[in-house]
Nanobody, 120 residues
Framework: QVQLVESGGGLVQAGGSLRLSCAAS????????MGWFRQAPGKERENVAA????????YYSDSVKGRFTISRDNAKNTVYLQMNSLKPEDTAVYYC?????????????WGQGTLVTVSS
């Protein structure tokens, strides 16, 4: 089991940017693909981005493609989500998790998440 701590959320105006961080415990971080998920009020949690264990491949949902960038620093056991051109519909609690890259199914218990609020 890996413990995950998300940070970096906040209130931002539409068109603005935020960078989320996810710090993972454990010695095997570099062996796992990672994903970012979000859950908006009244909606199911959805995967928005994923990155292969070595950073060699990335996935983005259509809703964020071209605006969000996922990256990782295996030396720091951290995965990032750079979010640009934010829209009010990006408002959600954002979570990270280890994933199976092809299915993007989460593998661990969820952390507390970090709230992103985009005002219009």
């Amino acid at each position: 089991q890996v413990q995950l701590v998300e940070s970096g959320g906040g209130l931002v105006q539409a068109g603005g940017s935020l960078r989320l961080s996810c710090a993972a415990s454990g010695r095997s971080f570099s062996s796992y693909s990672m994903g970012w998920f979000r859950q908006a009020p009244g909606k199911e949690r959805e995967n928005v981005a994923a990155i292969l264990w070595n950073g060699g491949s990335t996935y983005y949902s259509d809703s964020v493609k071209g605006r969000f960038t996922i990256s990782r620093d295996n030396a720091k056991n951290t995965v990032y989500l750079q979010m640009n051109s934010l829209k009010p519909e990006d408002t959600a609690v954002y979570y990270c998790n280890r994933v199976r890259y092809v299915s993007r199914n989460p593998l661990d218990a969820w952390g507390q998440g970090t709230l992103v609020t985009v005002s219009s």
